[in-house]
């Protein structure tokens, strides 16, 4: 008996520094912006991008990180009840973190204008056209109810573009199965002290600054 209780004391020092080092090395960050807070004015003002990205996007990694390591204390003591508990909190900072870190690079100074190639291409097949298509996400988009993202994505299983509108931060592939090509952020957090109340306006100040490149390379690597 007591061999068997030193070999599980020897397993347990060996596993708590690897758990300790797959924890560090689940560590998510806060990634830097591809511009300065100010550089996509006026449609969006240099205090909301501040906001947003150093207190609201660096809030979901940071929850996220405590999350999961909770998750994995969880998972080495086989507490399949904490696991379940900690669900909802996975999926809020997690989605939070996917999301908005796919919303940045959505976004250019020098963005706007309309796609070219083989994206504006499927948009024109599955829409009609690039202005039916800028009208049928805009109005999902102000459509969600409270807070949530307007998204275009794309169907693997059918190679088509798909719009859709997920609430709060669940993220799209995870809620959908669509990949994600183009997110809007309709927290309030995202425009309220510019736009106010007024939705609708933000949404279309927001096609003045898509990165269509960086869409195109999302529909580029799903595709594949």
């Not at 347990?12 to 520094?17: F, H, I, Q």
């Not at 998750?71 to 507490?79: H, M, R, S, T």
């Not at 809020?92 to 976004?107: E, R």
Request: charged share 20%.
């Amino acid at each position: 008996m007591l061999g068997r209780v030193g070999h599980v004391r020897r397993c347990t020092a060996t596993l708590n520094p690897l758990l300790g080092a797959l924890a560090s090395r689940l560590k998510h960050t806060l990634p830097d912006l591809p511009y300065d807070y100010g550089a996509l004015e006026p449609h969006v003002c240099a205090e909301i991008m501040q906001l947003h990205h150093s207190k609201h996007h660096a809030t979901y990694v940071n929850n996220l990180n405590v999350t999961e390591e909770k998750y994995q204390e969880a998972l080495a003591k086989g507490d399949v009840t904490t696991q379940v508990a900690l669900q909802p909190a996975l999926r809020f900072n997690g989605g939070g973190h996917i999301n908005h870190t796919i919303f940045w690079t959505n976004l250019s100074p020098n963005g706007g204008g309309e796609p070219q190639g083989e994206l504006m291409e499927a948009i024109k097949r599955d829409f009609g056209s690039f202005q039916k298509f800028k009208e049928r996400m805009s109005a999902a988009t102000v459509a969600v109810q409270g807070s949530g993202w307007g998204w275009l994505g794309f169907d693997k299983e059918n190679s088509r573009l798909r719009i859709a509108a997920c609430a709060n931060q669940d993220p799209l592939q995870g809620t959908t199965g669509l990949v994600p090509l183009l997110g809007i952020d309709v927290w309030e957090h995202a425009y309220y002290l510019q736009y106010k109340n007024v939705r609708p306006d933000y949404v279309k100040a927001m096609w003045n600054i898509v990165n269509w490149e960086n869409v195109n390379e999302r529909f580029q690597a799903a595709k594949k």
